[in-house]
């Protein structure tokens, strides 16, 4: 059986091969069988067995598995050394068997890939962005207007594109036809899939720079949207218009006026105010707090609740279908269904002022708070729910100014329900609190008042913010 060999180190010396048989390889016991020429068998104790052939690579021993020895899908001795044989004449033509088998095999995985990949069109991707990120849009109009803008002027020329082959023209064909008729639609479109495309990227569903990113790409291709077209803001009612907005509004009837009043005096959203609960209603404190969830900004946020919003809510209480905390401040028909999206909207109509925004009041507000108050303007902002300062200032601070607020609240009512006539020479004090906030560290605030003239535009009266 012995004949010569070449030896892996490429000389030609006298070696024992072919040492096995057949009988053997199915009766020998556990350990490691030589065959010659690095074949060897290998017996387990529980009675399994294997093919490896030893080589030596950059002076190392490596074993390379050539399947199975026994059992039903066995690899024959004949079979086995025809596979040895591959072994050592890849060796010799410089091939690292195990790594080039290493290699074979990581592009097998990245062409499955390619092809599950090409398999993913851009409209399951987008949907399947949607459906992994919706739950933290509390927004409801937000989550309809994504798959409603997308299924618009994405889906009809991407939608049925493999997301790996997305590119800058298929990108700009979707932004072009609109980007100069409706440029806040396309601004949101761009972005929009921009994320889908991002998440695809993480998902290994495409690879590369991402088309629809607008610094450094799409904006050398598209005007800038504010050359476009001016910046169209939420239409707001000047402020000295308020207080006869409010005695109009004060005459309507019907849940969804009283829902826009509450609105306007607390200087909330829409969102905020129809999806309000009882439970979140503390009348001892006289306090609204908005839970997380369904701000914006995702922060809690406390609303002081002025005299005249409180008795709107006494008004709203006689209506309630139980004691149910969980039932809305402003219901719809049958006492249990909170208002829609468009009930305040619809109260405008019906005063026929299409020329303002529930959304506007927000902007009337801290106009006001701005020109004819000597509040500072964090505490107005604070009051809108919006971020204040950087973060280190934020961090200092570690409060919401709620005393504060309270006053601007307080004197914001008063301001909006009271007929300009009524106010004529009236001194209104701003601020005058026996008790500063304790979570404001910056020391007295003092005494603010503003006197209001026969036009209910008030002087600033006081000194400091």
Not at 191 to 202: C, H, P, T
Not at 212 to 223: D, E, F, K, V, Y
Request: aromatic fraction near 6%.
């Amino acid at each position: 059986m012995g004949t010569k060999s070449l030896h892996p180190q490429g000389c030609s010396i006298a070696r024992p091969i072919n040492l096995l048989t057949a009988v053997q390889v199915r009766t020998l016991r556990p350990g490691r069988h030589a065959d010659g020429k690095g074949l060897y068998l290998l017996v387990k104790a529980e009675g399994g067995a294997s093919w490896v052939c030893r080589y030596k690579q950059a002076g190392k021993a490596r074993d390379a598995g050539l399947g199975a020895a026994r059992g039903a899908e066995a690899v024959p001795l004949g079979e086995a050394r025809t596979r040895r044989d591959t072994i050592w004449t890849m060796h010799r033509g410089g091939i690292d068997p195990l790594a080039d088998k290493a290699a074979t095999k990581a592009r097998a995985a990245a062409e499955a890939q390619d092809q599950r990949a090409r398999a993913v069109t851009f409209q399951a991707a987008a949907e399947a962005y949607i459906l992994a990120n919706e739950a933290g849009w509390s927004n409801i109009k937000h989550k309809a207007q994504w798959r409603a803008t997308l299924t618009a002027y994405a889906y009809p020329l991407l939608g049925a594109l493999p997301v790996a082959e997305v590119g800058t023209p298929h990108v700009l064909a979707a932004l072009e036809a609109i980007w100069r008729t409706k440029p806040e639609t396309a601004t949101r479109v761009r972005s929009r899939i921009e994320l889908v495309l991002d998440y695809a990227r993480v998902r290994e569903w495409r690879t590369g720079e991402n088309p629809a990113r607008w610094r450094g790409h799409l904006a050398q291709l598209l005007p800038k949207r504010s050359k476009v077209a001016a910046v169209k803001h939420h239409a707001a009612l000047p402020w000295g218009e308020v207080p006869a907005f409010m005695a109009t509004l004060a005459a309507l009837d019907g849940m969804g006026a009283q829902a826009l009043r509450f609105a306007i005096l607390a200087a909330a959203r829409t969102g905020e105010v129809i999806g309000a609960t009882w439970a979140e209603i503390d009348l001892a404190e006289k306090t609204w707090t908005i839970p997380a969830a369904r701000m914006k900004a995702k922060r809690e946020h406390r609303v002081p609740l002025a005299p005249t919003a409180l008795a709107i809510l006494a008004d709203v209480a006689k209506l309630r279908a139980s004691d149910d905390p969980a039932l809305p401040l402003f219901s719809g028909q049958g006492g249990k269904r909170g208002l829609s999206n468009m009930s305040l909207l619809a109260v405008l109509r019906r005063m026929k002022r299409g020329d303002v925004t529930t959304h506007g009041f927000r902007s009337a507000f801290r106009d006001w708070a701005s020109e004819r108050t000597t509040y500072g303007p964090e505490v107005a902002e604070m009051a809108l729910a919006h971020a204040v300062g950087d973060r280190v200032e934020a961090a200092y601070r570690r409060g919401d100014l709620f005393a504060k607020r309270r006053g601007l609240m307080d004197d914001w009512s008063t301001f909006a329900t009271t007929p300009a006539s009524d106010e004529a020479g009236k001194v209104v004090s701003l601020f005058s609190r026996d008790t500063a906030d304790t979570s404001d560290t910056r020391g007295d605030f003092g005494t603010r008042s503003t006197r209001f003239g026969a036009d209910n535009a008030p002087e600033k009266v006081g000194g400091g913010r």
